[in-house]
């Protein structure tokens, strides 16, 4: 193996086990609790590693939220129906807005803390709505949202009820209701508003 294969290699093994490490600290604490050197520590690395593949607590935090995000974008694209392909797009849909709430529930503390620090702001209008590589993750929900229902009602305005449904993810309200009641409620309620519209 050359030395830069190697290099690779060993980049992606640190990657994965501060990220594992982080995941573990957040088991037992909150977000805003955990240190850059305590992570650095749980994943066998020096601190100056963490650093270098991360920039800061907030870049850690992101990452460790892309990745979570990243294993429902994959259910999406590639697993089995009704989250992936395969199933008609209402139930396609349903399922997708049951399994948002789901990662969003079972990461409260991370989004309330990537929220304060600025870094999982929805895109703002000054940006012109378009997509861009600042929130992947926003985007790639977006887009499966948007086109989801515009395949069941092209005479809706897909796009718009689409930041809509994720805009409520942002909500300090509705987010506190989440941490207070769990991740039923709000799912029925997202179904119920997605059904509604696509029966109307």
């Known amino acids: 193996m050359s030395a830069d294969r190697r290099e690779r290699a060993d980049a992606v093994r640190n990657r994965r086990a501060i990220l594992a490490a982080t995941e573990?600290?957040?088991?037992?604490?909150?977000p805003q609790d955990i240190s850059m050197e305590q992570v650095a520590v749980a994943a066998g690395v020096v601190k100056g590693t963490v650093f270098h593949r991360f920039?800061?607590?907030?870049?850690?935090?992101?990452?460790?939220?892309?990745?979570?995000?990243?294993?429902?974008?994959?259910?999406?694209t590639a697993g089995p129906p009704p989250l992936g392909p395969?199933?008609?797009?209402?139930?396609?849909?349903?399922?997708?807005?049951?399994?948002?709430?789901?990662?969003?529930?079972?990461?409260?503390?991370?989004?309330?803390?990537?929220?304060?620090?600025?870094?999982?702001e929805s895109p703002s209008a000054d940006k012109g709505g378009t997509p861009g590589d600042d929130h992947p993750v926003y985007w790639f929900w977006h887009g499966h949202i948007s086109a989801l229902i515009a395949s069941q009602r092209p005479d809706a305005d897909a796009d718009t009820i689409a930041h809509v449904l994720l805009g409520a993810l942002h909500s300090e309200p509705v987010l506190a209701q989440l941490a207070a009641d769990g991740p039923r409620r709000l799912a029925a309620t997202m179904r119920s508003l997605a059904c509604g519209m696509l029966d109307a």
Do not use: C, I, Q
Not at 24 to 30: D, G, K, S
Not at 55 to 76: D, F, P, W, Y
């Open 86 to 120: 395969g199933a008609p797009d209402r139930d396609r849909l349903l399922a997708f807005l049951d399994a948002m709430v789901e990662v969003v529930s079972r990461n409260k503390g991370l989004l309330a803390e990537l929220a304060h620090s600025g870094a999982m």
């Open 55 to 76: 920039g800061n607590r907030t870049g850690l935090m992101l990452a460790l939220m892309m990745e979570r995000a990243r294993a429902l974008n994959e259910a999406v």
């Open 24 to 30: 573990e600290l957040l088991a037992t604490h909150r």
